[in-house]
Nanobody
Framework: QLQASGGGLVQAGGSLRLSCAASGRTFSSYATATGWFRQAPGKEREFVAAIRWSGGRIVYADSVKGRFTVYRDNAKITVYLQMNSLKPEDTAVYYC??????????????????WGQGTLVTVSS
């Protein structure tokens, strides 16, 4: 129900745009927020950014503020993650997720019920 795409190999300082397309009941009848998370080899999954569908409130991890932008296309039921000024430490598998997190738990992966398959982002130095 969630399809993430757009990953690839890019040099440090480059840009990529990830897409998270939803189908079915995920967004229209259930989810109140879409989040992006990432997991690097040997590390735990960490929060990147999230956007709430009602009101459009956006939250970013400190590590990506000023470099990443999350936005949505309501008509396409798609959420995007524009990643600029990429660094080698951004290398990870990126996942999009949808759920109903309370505002204070927007960055908590356990509060998201639906997950995409992940897309690999590799940033070379």
């Amino acid at each position: 129900q969630l399809q993430a795409s757009g990953g690839g190999l890019v040099q440090a300082g480059g840009s990529l745009r990830l897409s998270c397309a939803a189908s079915g009941r995920t967004f229209s009848s259930y989810a109140t927020a879409t989040g992006w998370f990432r997991q690097a080899p040997g590390k735990e999954r960490e929060f990147v950014a999230a956007i709430r569908w009602s009101g459009g409130r956006i939250v970013y991890a400190d590590s990506v503020k000023g470099r990443f932008t999350v936005y949505r296309d309501n008509a396409k039921i798609t959420v995007y993650l524009q990643m600029n000024s990429l660094k080698p430490e951004d290398t990870a598998v990126y996942y999009c997720a949808a759920g109903r997190p309370i505002l204070s738990a927007t960055a908590t992966p356990q509060t998201y019920n639906f997950w995409g398959q992940g897309t690999l982002v590799t940033v070379s130095s």
